[in-house]
């Protein structure tokens, strides 16, 4: 039973990242998620709460996932670019995630408390990593982290405009991942 | 009869650009619009047809005010960085509907000849001045453009966890501004 209940969870999970990647919390049709994950919607309302707690929920555990397999490395930005870039390339959906939470209206009043902790500790680690003069410190902190976290995401989410431009082939990857690791090298750079 | 005209066509304009910024294609409703802009419905689907088509024309339009408004020069990029910065802060609006139309799916069928176009003239112009040596080349034109555009927007469009951190004041926005530039000045600079 209680395998059974985990492996309905994981559906559902699943079935959500999807909608709302697609379509936002706005857009995001519970009945359409219980569809997908051939589940009972009451049962997606009592394991997860509300349309909005869902969405939190999903966030909250991708940002941690996202923490746990690109490893931050104040010292190290250009490598971690590096891997944010080839994350976001395998996993569109996450950037996704993310860009509806930054727009969507109603997000302003919600704060989700995993993508706040990692912004606070991280910028704490720039500053520290500038203090100590192995980050050039030009650029202040916060502001240089949410640079380096912005180019990695440039493609993930682009207009159709951008991403038809030169495709999604091999090479065009390969010379967008290399232009965001330069851009971050450039932006820890000693002072030019 | 005609100065009438202009006027409900541009109340109807205004009304979708604040619709379409909020909402979204999806989300967006032309009762909402026709309501605002003090119109009858009918009326805004004989100007513009479609709501597809006036998301179309509202996105085109803008984004030739901007290309009007924010000059660009392939030889000074860390300036045109600053005042596309200067633009979205002023119109965070016109980067949310740049947002939409990347993040929503049916987006991905309606590449919107202005931006194509635009794209393009700037990235022959960032190439041309990289062969002639005023830029440098270690990072692709069309990607030195597609970063130098993504970074005027990082705060435009913004998490609320990140844009909540210490404000949007008179402040904040000068250390940004600041980042934005010394950004794209690094980016440019001959290689380290």
């Known amino acids: 039973?209680?395998?059974?209940?985990?492996?309905?969870?994981?559906?559902?999970?699943?079935?959500?990242?999807?909608?709302?990647?697609?379509?936002?919390?706005?857009?995001?049709?519970?009945?359409?998620?219980?569809?997908?994950?051939?589940?009972?919607?009451?049962?997606?309302?009592?394991y997860f709460g509300s349309k909005r707690e869902l969405f939190e929920e999903v966030v909250s555990t991708h940002v941690c996932r996202y923490v746990e397999e690109v490893p931050f490395d104040a010292d190290r930005l250009p490598e971690y670019a590096g891997a944010a870039f080839d994350y976001f390339t395998k996993h569109p959906e996450i950037a996704h995630l993310g860009s509806w939470h930054a727009l969507e209206?109603?997000?302003?009043?919600?704060?989700?408390?995993?993508?706040?902790?990692?912004?606070?500790?991280?910028?704490?680690?720039?500053?520290?990593?500038?203090?100590?003069?192995?980050?050039?410190?030009?650029?202040?902190?916060e502001e240089l982290l949410a640079l380096v976290n912005t180019?990695?995401?440039?493609?993930?989410?682009?207009?159709?405009?951008?991403s038809l431009l030169r495709g999604s082939g091999a090479r065009s990857i390969a010379r967008r991942r290399a232009a965001v690791v330069e851009a971050a090298r450039r932006l820890v750079a000693p002072k030019l």
Chains 1, 2 share one sequence.
């Open 1 to 46: 039973m209680a395998r059974d209940s985990e492996d309905t969870k994981r559906r559902i999970f699943d079935a959500a990242t999807v909608e709302f990647a697609d379509r936002g919390v706005a857009g995001a049709r519970i009945d359409r998620i219980a569809a997908t994950a051939r589940a009972n919607k009451q049962l997606i309302y009592a």
């Open 105 to 141: 209206p109603e997000e302003a009043e919600h704060r989700i408390p995993a993508i706040e902790q990692a912004i606070r500790t991280r910028t704490r680690l720039v500053a520290r990593a500038q203090r100590a003069g192995r980050v050039d410190g030009s650029i202040a902190a």
């Open 151 to 162: 180019f990695a995401r440039t493609w993930a989410v682009a207009t159709p405009e951008r």
